[in-house]
């Protein structure tokens, strides 16, 4: 009987337990609550205020906004909502507010803005789809934004742009009355650090677009208009462009990281020279396969090509030229990164042709002698008959090198095969590790 009662009040003490255990997130502080809600949509944390009488105002608190008028069953109702929130919350502690909606009149856009700029907001994300779509003038002046995202709007001519605190600038897809216009926007913001300026070819009056900046970080730019970059403290710049004559490289950071896309278009002997005086100026390369093939084949009738202070390079092959590998080791002389990729060559889909030999010379290009630490190489189509033997070429000469990544695809016993193979590969640097990622096969399609 007596363990019987000891089980009963144990038994009781785990029911009671549970049930303080039901709702603990309730029993945070209110500002731990709103900061959980911010990480779900607005739509979601207006719905929290019918669990209890505490949650019914807790989501007024939440710090950021994301506001859609595609969430409502009719857009009177998203217009009614917008107004009564900023009507009522005029001491609002929003930091984060983002507006997606389609055919707004304008008077509602600048009162919304003007309600925007004299409160403290600091993201502001705008995303439009309809006529209309003219931004006020107050949005060039608001003391407070540190990011702004604007799509698909319509910008203002501008006299004056005041942005002190803005550090991130995304624009998509916008239209601008002048080139002068996008000018101020960047150069009116003394503290910008990342840029993207997307744009597809539409007629407007900006005809060139100028990045001049002694604080910018990052930039991404696709553009179809002429482009000049003036940014000293640059550390990446990713470019999408229609052509290299109309893109110019003025001032950018010493060990910058440069990433050219010409995917629109077929690279002429011209635009390879632009991009090779470009190259210099970098410490990080990124490029593609048909880039990287033109270069090469540029190059043929001139002098080795070198890129003496590049010392990080991402560089996709197709199976059919690494024979072009040697030579690219012999114009990095103080390469430490190195990352291949090897992918599939649409211009052989259907052809049959032998896979070419990687020819290494019995000289051992410099890098692998004194400065190469890191490897990565990635396969991302099925079946490369010399993987291992290109794998053992870096491992024996590479002298002070650290890591060799492997991401790769061998199924059943090629794949116990291929790292029995691996694992004892002689290795001339004493401190080299092997890291090797064996690839579902399903990433080949």
Known sequence: MV???KKIKICDKVKV???EEEDRISQLPEHLISEILDHLSTKDAVRTSVL??????LWQSVPGLDLSSYEFSKFDAFVSFVERFFNSHRESWIRKLRLSYCSLGRSYLESWIDAVTTRRIQHLKIDYDGYDKKIPLSLYTCETLVHLRLCYVTMCSAKFVSLPCLKFMHL???EYPNETTLQKLISGSPALEHLTITRAPIYDDANVVQVRSHTLK?????EFAEVVIDAPLLQSLKATVSSTTNFHIVNLGSSAKLDFDLSYMRCSSSMIHDILTYIPLVRELVISNGIRKEIFQYSKSGPLLQFRDLSRLNVEFSKFDLETLPTLLESCPKLESLVMKLVRDESMRGKKKTEPKVMFSTTVPQCLVSSLKFVEWRRSIAGYERE????????????????????????GKAKCAFLQELLTMPRCSSVCELHCSLIPKNIFG
């Open 218 to 222: 990052t930039a991404y730019i696709c």
């Open 3 to 5: 363990d019987r009662k």
């Open 17 to 19: 337990s549970h049930k």
């Open 172 to 174: 998509e897809n916008n």
């Open 52 to 57: 209890s009488t505490r949650w019914r105002y």
């Open 388 to 411: 291992l033997e290109l794998v053992r070429y870096f491992l024996k000469n590479s002298k002070i090198l650290e890591k060799f990544r492997v991401d790769t695809y061998y199924a």
